[in-house]
């Protein structure tokens, strides 16, 4: 099938709504680069047309194929070799003449209007929701951004906040520390350690050291605590007798 051939749909057809799907010019580009970098998908999940060639789904998808046309086979030629997958250029071939590669197009001539307004609309929709701590851990934004995968900007806050973190952590030494990190000449200290495994545990002990609400060893903000100095731990088993 021609890329010309594909029509997409615009409420032509009586009875079928407009395709209610739209996408931005970089996102566009985006599924452009990532049909280029992986063809082999628009034959898993080929563009759905009916009888009359009118796109009921991958209408996006079939944007994308007349933008890499457009691009040239220089240019992807070119952008494939960058990205080390310049053996996609024989599948992609086809589109600098015009043509879907073959597989690339179902086409169904046998549904109901009713059918064609349900697949439109269940092909749109997203049920689903992504775990975003997944999403960056496991996968890695570089696959997300090929993807077109768009992570939402307060959790990135949150994870620029971590990165903020560990470049105070990692600026701290001996001249600047609050609990030096080698003890100075003629000073010992030493460092515990109280594991809990259980929440219930840590607020128990929190409540028996007043750590419930103590001065941060960070700041002068008064917060629950996991950091607490000997010399106060001293002073709430001595001021209230605690007995752990």
């Known amino acids: 099938m021609k890329l010309e051939e594909v029509i997409y749909n615009e409420g032509q057809i009586e009875g079928l709504p407009p395709n209610p799907r739209i996408i931005k010019n970089e996102k566009l580009k985006q599924l452009a680069d990532s049909i280029l970098m992986f063809p082999q998908m628009m034959s898993i999940r080929p563009i759905v047309v ?12 079939c944007r994308a194929l007349q933008l890499i046309k457009n691009m040239g086979r220089d240019e992807v030629e070119k952008y494939l070799i960058e990205n080390n997958r310049k053996e996609n250029l024989k599948e992609i071939e086809p589109l600098f003449e015009g043509k879907i590669p073959d597989g690339w197009v179902s086409k169904e001539v046998n549904l109901t209007l009713e059918q064609k307004k349900e697949f439109v609309l269940k092909d749109n929709n ?11 851990n496991d996968w890695g934004k570089d696959i997300l951004d090929i993807c077109g995968i768009d992570i939402p900007e307060d959790f990135l806050s949150d994870i620029e906040d971590e990165d903020d973190f560990m470049k105070r952590f990692n600026s701290i030494d001996d001249a600047n520390a609050i609990y030096p ?5 003629g000073e010992k200290h030493e460092l515990f350690i109280i594991v809990s495994d259980d929440e219930v545990d840590a607020n128990y002990l929190r409540e028996k050291l007043a750590m419930q609400k103590m001065k941060s060893y960070k700041s002068d903000k008064i917060q629950k605590s996991n950091v607490i100095h000997i010399k106060d731990v001293i002073n709430a088993l001595q001021d209230s007798n605690t007995v752990l």
Do not use: H, K
């Open 181 to 185: 990190i080698i003890p100075n000449v």
């Open 50 to 61: 009916d009888e009359n060639n009118v796109c009921l789904g991958g209408t996006m998808r």
């Open 126 to 136: 997203q049920v689903g929701m992504y775990d975003f701590d997944i999403l960056l």
